[in-house]
T-cell receptor
């Protein structure tokens, strides 16, 4: 049972435009959400997070939006750069636990 | 400063052979520790997590086991590897109170 889903396995965006990566979840007990970026043969690196008490968090070019009623999370990257090309994972943590559940990832390709 | 190390970085093993992957964390005490696996074309699957010495929670019943013999050491093992155990194994811990996980460099296991 995949509790965190990234339904788009890949996404291509032109340099300078906005990249929007989506994530859906099924467990209403999740209270903390994260986005990670991963290059091949490396560990994922943390990008940005959001608590369930917020609906938006911004850090430079990265903004995460949370729609709790729709159980939907999105990451916006503006402007997109070729160096942003990587696999992006969303993750969620159930309240009161130490578990982090990851999605299947979306491969972003930013075209120069 | 806090760091996390994994070894070996790459491992090629025959089916039926044993496995031992090691993860150590520096600069912190009594961290929560995690083992994840990224199989080909799949997301990050939580395998085990530990909240203290000797305390292991298994998330997916399978051919693997984990142990935590010391506060900052987490070991992933198998007595007899299967082809399906191939993948990229990642150790992680939360370095602070902000909630995100920090990942090691990963160990690539190929079972032939």
């Amino acid at each position: 049972d995949q509790q965190v889903k990234q339904n788009s396995p890949s996404l291509s965006v032109q340099e300078g435009r906005i990249s929007i990566l989506n994530c859906d979840y099924t467990n209403s007990m999740f209270d903390y959400f994260l986005w990670y970026k991963k290059y091949p043969a490396e560990g994922p690196t943390f990008l940005i997070s959001i608590s369930s008490i917020k609906d938006k968090n911004e850090d430079g070019r990265f903004t995460v939006f949370l729609n709790k009623s729709a159980k939907h999370l999105s990451l916006h990257i503006v402007p997109s750069q070729p160096g942003d090309s990587a696999v992006y994972f969303c993750a969620a943590r159930p309240a009161g636990t130490y578990k982090y559940i990851f999605g299947t990832g979306t491969r972003l390709k930013v075209l120069a | 400063s806090q760091t996390i190390h994994q070894w070996p970085a790459t491992l090629v093993q025959p089916v039926g052979s044993p496995l031992s992957l090691e993860c150590t964390v520096e600069g912190t005490s009594n961290p929560n520790l995690y083992w994840y696996r990224q199989a080909a074309g799949r997301g990050l699957q939580l395998l085990f997590y530990s909240v203290g010495i000797g305390q292991i929670s298994s998330e997916v019943p399978q051919n693997l086991s984990a142990s935590r013999p010391q506060d900052r050491q987490f070991i992933l093992s198998s007595k007899k590897l299967l082809l399906s155990d191939s993948g990229f194994y990642l150790c992680a811990y939360p370095p602070g109170d902000t909630g995100e996980l920090f990942f090691g460099e990963g160990s690539r296991l190929t079972v032939l």
